[in-house]
């Protein structure tokens, strides 16, 4: 596993007119549950649907309409709370939120509050330079979306779109322990990581599928430490909460946005009144959207509909025991199983199916290489898709079983580094066969002594000054390496040449 006494990086400070600053950022990240059905009714959670097409009775608040709980989205959250090595609520309950939206047609959301089913956690996230900061879960509880209310469709109306209203959320509050905006993207980043590994959520922020609301508040430096080992931060500056964020850039510009404006109250005399607030990121600022409401604002009750929540240890249990691989536990061994650097176990596990074709790429041989298969998955095949349209890793023409042949022709010494370009060009453009390719087309590297020490007497024979020079400056055999390589096509062995043209030479 990572190692975990790494030391905490220190917190961002900002220089105010009557000196430093720092942040405390908590987050509440709201991500939709993979799951076909919605939470508490059987509508479809279909994504680019035609509005309003994928809505029950019970999504529209119809009256007399009962939900009716979604096991296997109560089975997705359990299963990202053990992921993030949470406590796991065996009693739960639901409570109604109310509140009304034209958007939330029943006047009211169906969450938990009082007894959430995810308790406390932990999320490790690393931040380079042998950095990294433990960030603490201080619940996980599952809840229903509302709808989407639409503005920019005419000019004089407003149209509400009830798709969304109904699908399952799983809200996961952090404590505030995050002090730097690039700490809040890569917290987000690695829920995110872990969440697609255990395919709880995909993590598509773009449509909305993983949002953040952000706390921010700024205190004086050495005010955080003082009340964090307690938990109590009540006595930290007052907070205010983003809406909404559903862009790692964007969160990053708000928290710098927000705290800003905050120290510049502060050290005005002003006070930070609790609010909530939107950012504009095309002004650069944060506006005020209500004040904080607080929990009786929302007149919580237990929701008379749904019994509490009741779950045996035996179904956790089973549902821990068929948890994948995580991808701290991924990287860890890939680096112990292939020597593997650090950076590049991190680029291959960042994605589940970039990992996932990793090792397809290294099982099917056994002369692939693990550090000659990593470097061709990063530098040549993520280098191509990128330049192809920023394309996915399940969108590339050449399969793992494909390139895996092209590193194990390499191991083999079937085909030089130079040839193995060539060959990937083919196989990306035309498809095939790798080992089959070489043969048809007569790709295999030339290793028969003979014909290389003859082709080097060629070039010898052919540049006597060249000679001359090479014997008085050594570091010129290099281009007699490159002259035999171009007469063979690139198909002599590169190691083979090197070590003749420096005989021949009396280097």
Same mark, same amino acid.
């Given at each position: 596993?990572?190692?975990?006494?790494?030391?905490?990086?220190?917190?961002?400070?900002?220089?105010?007119?009557? /000196?430093?600053?720092?942040?405390?950022?908590?987050?509440?990240?709201?991500?939709?549950?993979?799951?076909?059905?919605?939470?508490?009714?059987?509508?479809?959670?279909?994504?680019? +649907?035609?509005?309003?097409?994928?809505?029950?009775?019970?999504?529209?608040?119809? *009256?007399?309409? #009962?939900?009716?709980?979604?096991?296997?989205?109560?089975?997705?959250?359990?299963?990202?709370?053990?992921?993030?090595?949470?406590?796991?609520?065996?009693?739960?309950?639901?409570?109604?939120?109310?509140?009304?939206?034209?958007?939330?047609?029943?006047?009211?959301?169906?969450?938990? #509050?009082?007894?959430?089913?995810?308790?406390?956690?932990?999320?490790?996230?690393? %931040?380079?330079?042998?950095?990294?900061?433990?960030?603490?879960?201080?619940?996980?509880?599952?809840?229903?979306? +509302?709808?989407?209310?639409?503005?920019?469709?005419?000019?004089?109306?407003?149209?509400?779109?009830?798709?969304?209203?109904?699908?399952?959320?799983?809200?996961?509050?952090?404590?505030?322990?995050?002090?730097?905006?690039?700490?809040?993207?890569?917290?987000?980043?690695?829920?995110?990581?872990?969440?697609?590994?255990?395919?709880?959520?995909?993590?598509?922020?773009? !449509?909305?599928?993983?949002?953040?609301?952000?706390?921010?508040?700024?205190?004086?430096?050495?005010?955080?430490?003082?009340?964090?080992?307690?938990?109590?931060?009540?006595?930290?500056?007052?907070?205010?909460?983003?809406? !909404?964020? !559903?862009?790692?850039?964007?969160?990053?510009?708000?928290?710098?946005?927000?705290?800003?404006?905050?120290?510049?109250?502060?050290?005005?005399?002003?006070?930070?009144?609790?609010?909530?607030?939107?950012?504009?990121?095309?002004?650069? =600022?944060?506006?005020?959207?209500?004040?904080?409401?607080?929990?009786?604002?929302?007149?919580?009750?237990?929701?008379?509909?749904? #019994?509490?929540?009741?779950? =045996?240890?035996?179904?956790?249990?089973?549902?821990?025991?068929? %948890?994948?691989?995580?991808?701290?536990?991924?990287?860890?061994?890939?680096?112990?199983?292939?020597?593997?650097?650090?950076?590049? +176990?991190?680029?291959?596990?960042?994605?589940?199916?970039?990992?996932?074709?990793?090792?397809?790429?290294?099982?099917?041989?056994?002369?692939?290489?693990?550090?000659?298969?990593?470097?061709?998955?990063?530098?040549?095949?993520?280098?191509?898709?990128?330049?192809?349209?920023?394309? +996915?890793?399940?969108?590339? *023409?050449?399969?793992?079983?494909?390139?895996?042949?092209?590193?194990?022709?390499?191991?083999?010494?079937?085909?030089?580094?130079?040839?193995?370009?060539?060959?990937?060009?083919?196989?990306?453009?035309? /498809?095939?066969?790798?080992?089959?390719?070489?043969?048809?087309?007569?790709?295999?590297?030339?290793?028969?002594? /003979?014909?290389? =020490?003859?082709?080097?007497?060629?070039?010898?024979?052919?540049?006597?000054?060249?000679?001359?020079?090479?014997?008085?400056?050594?570091?010129?055999?290099?281009?007699?390496?490159?002259?035999?390589?171009?007469?063979? /096509?690139?198909?002599?062995? *590169?190691?083979?040449?090197?070590?003749?043209?420096?005989?021949?030479?009396? #280097?």
């Amino acid at each position: 596993m990572l190692d975990l006494s790494y030391e905490a990086p220190a917190p961002k400070v900002i220089q105010g007119a009557t /000196g430093d600053w720092e942040l405390v950022i908590g987050l509440e990240v709201h991500a939709q549950v993979a799951s076909k059905a919605k939470v508490f009714s059987g509508a479809s959670t279909q994504f680019g +649907a035609e509005p309003n097409s994928n809505v029950s009775f019970v999504d529209a608040g119809m *009256p007399g309409m #009962l939900p009716v709980i979604n096991e296997g989205c109560v089975a997705q959250t359990v299963r990202t709370g053990l992921g993030l090595k949470a406590a796991i609520n065996l009693h739960s309950a639901f409570d109604r939120k109310n509140y009304f939206y034209p958007d939330q047609p029943a006047g009211y959301q169906i969450s938990q #509050l009082y007894h959430p089913l995810v308790g406390e956690g932990e999320v490790l996230v690393e %931040l380079g330079n042998g950095t990294a900061r433990r960030v603490r879960i201080e619940r996980i509880h599952l809840e229903q979306d +509302a709808g989407k209310s639409i503005h920019d469709m005419d000019p004089t109306m407003s149209f509400v779109d009830l798709n969304r209203a109904g699908v399952a959320l799983m809200e996961i509050v952090s404590r505030p322990d995050i002090r730097s905006p690039e700490e809040a993207a890569a917290y987000i980043l690695k829920l995110r990581q872990i969440m697609r590994y255990l395919g709880t959520c995909d993590g598509d922020m773009q !449509n909305g599928n993983l949002r953040a609301d952000v706390n921010v508040s700024v205190c004086r430096p050495g005010d955080y430490e003082k009340y964090a080992e307690s938990g109590d931060f009540s006595h930290l500056g007052t907070r205010c909460e983003i809406k !909404n964020m !559903n862009s790692t850039r964007f969160i990053q510009a708000a928290i710098e946005v927000e705290a800003r404006r905050q120290i510049a109250i502060l050290e005005d005399g002003g006070q930070i009144v609790q609010e909530t607030r939107g950012f504009d990121p095309d002004k650069g =600022e944060t506006r005020s959207q209500r004040s904080k409401e607080e929990a009786h604002d929302y007149r919580y009750f237990p929701d008379p509909d749904l #019994l509490p929540l009741e779950i =045996e240890q035996a179904w956790v249990d089973d549902i821990a025991s068929a %948890l994948p691989e995580l991808p701290d536990a991924k990287k860890a061994r890939l680096m112990e199983a292939f020597g593997l650097s650090d950076y590049d +176990a991190g680029v291959l596990t960042a994605e589940v199916e970039n990992a996932a074709y990793f090792e397809q790429v290294v099982s099917g041989g056994t002369k692939r290489d693990g550090k000659t298969a990593a470097n061709w998955v990063i530098n040549e095949l993520f280098g191509r898709l990128k330049r192809d349209g920023d394309k +996915a890793i399940t969108e590339s *023409p050449v399969s793992p079983d494909q390139l895996g042949g092209i590193v194990e022709l390499i191991g083999k010494g079937d085909i030089s580094g130079k040839i193995a370009k060539d060959l990937f060009e083919i196989v990306y453009t035309e /498809g095939g066969d790798p080992a089959q390719i070489v043969e048809e087309r007569g790709m295999r590297q030339v290793t028969d002594t /003979g014909a290389i =020490e003859t082709a080097v007497d060629e070039v010898i024979a052919a540049n006597p000054a060249q000679v001359e020079k090479a014997k008085q400056n050594p570091k010129l055999a290099g281009w007699f390496v490159g002259q035999v390589m171009k007469a063979t /096509g690139g198909k002599a062995n *590169p190691a083979a040449v090197n070590q003749i043209v420096s005989a021949k030479l009396g #280097l």
